[in-house]
């Protein structure tokens, strides 16, 4: 009988890192409870519980997963709630969170919508405490669950608005979803609030091309005036502000061209700021920016966002600092001289007449 090495090397990437994820779902609280203790960190207790007991509820979950796994179910795959999928940077188990569409059929043939929305800035919060958080607190911002999609809420390395790690942990999340569900590709939303909103408009300038539309409620977009009680207390140098760039979401507005956004603030929110700064970048660009801005306790209407797909591109500039992709839409930077921080792109599509 061929090893059990020998069958996954015949199956398709995807469906073998799919695989490995299901061990994933159930590492990810054996590691809940075996980091904070390793490292020193705080252990998290649920309302009217104490740390040990809401611990040995995490293991008692992770145990029961483990049990069904080795008489190969996965009843888990078709309820909302944690998932995990093993990184390709240390090969860590690391949690997301999953809301599966209303009334899911996994006999059905069709496509669904997948939303990704980014968490804000907890820190307290470890994968422990992430994971027993609520599978719906996003309906406060523009959405909410429905029978047409998925929602993704990645962990994305603690908090770091995701920042180098967390960023790769937000795309492999995607794709460990991906790898298991029919999702369609043209038509995956990127959102977030708080710093998720930071998380989100990084997402949306750096990688426009794989999104339909994004979100992003207050969050920051910029350096500078984001930080400057910070900067007046700690002067940074020439090359501390070269670096900004990297991240700062502002210098590559433009490449929102081919994105519908839409920015969310409340009214008083003093990281109105953010979206501000975003708009008023992209104006200098020649895009737009749909900015909603919300009095205080007043929602967001979803039929405003419906995530319908994309058509096609009609134009696009890529803006690529140079340690930044270099990738978006139809087009593939393999070489680019950089002479002032930020090299542009110009991949803009013309309208050609054609005879029928």
């Known amino acids: 009988m ?22 994933a779902d159930v590492e990810v609280y054996l590691d809940a409870v075996r980091r904070p203790l390793k490292y020193d960190e705080r252990l ?18 992770g145990i029961e997963r483990a049990n069904q796994l080795a008489k190969g179910d996965t009843p888990w795959m078709t309820q909302s709630g944690v998932r995990g999928f093993y990184s390709r940077i240390d090969g860590s188990a690391q949690p997301y969170l999953l809301t ?14 997948l939303d990704i929305f980014m968490h804000g800035r907890d820190d307290t ?7 027993a958080k609520s599978l719906t607190g996003y309906t406060s911002k523009p959405f909410a669950a429905g029978s047409d999609r998925f929602m993704l809420q990645p962990y994305g390395r603690y908090t770091n608005a995701s920042r180098f790690a967390g960023e790769t942990d937000g795309f492999e999340a995607i794709d460990s979803v991906k ?5 369609d590709p043209n038509r995956v939303v990127m959102a977030g609030f708080s710093m998720g909103g930071a998380s989100a408009w990084s997402y949306i300038v750096h990688f426009a091309d794989r999104w339909v539309a994004g979100a992003a409620g207050a969050g920051f977009t910029e350096t500078e005036v984001f930080l400057r009680g910070g900067l007046a207390r700690q002067p940074q140098n020439d090359v501390q502000r070269t670096l900004w760039h990297m991240y700062d979401s502002t210098d590559y507005a433009i490449n929102t061209f081919n994105v519908p956004v839409l920015a969310y603030s409340g009214e008083i929110d003093a990281q109105k700021q953010a979206a501000d700064a975003m708009a008023a970048a992209m104006l200098d660009e020649f895009a737009q920016c749909a900015h909603d ?14 995530g319908s797909p994309q058509t096609e591109p009609f134009g696009d500039e890529a803006t690529g600092e140079n340690q930044q992709p270099g990738r978006s839409h139809f087009a593939q930077r393999r070489s680019i001289e950089v002479t002032d921080g930020i090299a542009q792109l110009d991949q803009r599509l013309r309208c050609l007449d054609v005879d029928p």
């Not at 599966?100 to 919508?113: C, E, L, S, T, V």
């Not at 790898?179 to 999702?183: D, F, L, T």
């Open 2 to 23: 061929p090893s059990a090495e020998a069958r996954a090397g015949t199956l398709p990437e995807g469906q073998v890192q799919a695989m490995f994820d299901r061990i």
């Open 44 to 61: 998290y207790a649920g309302r009217g519980s104490t740390p040990v007991n809401y611990a040995q509820q995490t293991l008692a979950t």
């Open 100 to 113: 599966m569409p209303d009334n899911y059929d996994p006999a059905a043939k069709r496509q669904y919508r």
């Open 125 to 131: 919060v470890l994968e422990q405490q992430f994971m």
């Open 179 to 183: 790898n298991v569900y029919a999702i």
């Open 293 to 306: 801005i919300r009095v205080v306790g007043q929602g967001l209407d979803d039929g405003r966002f419906d």
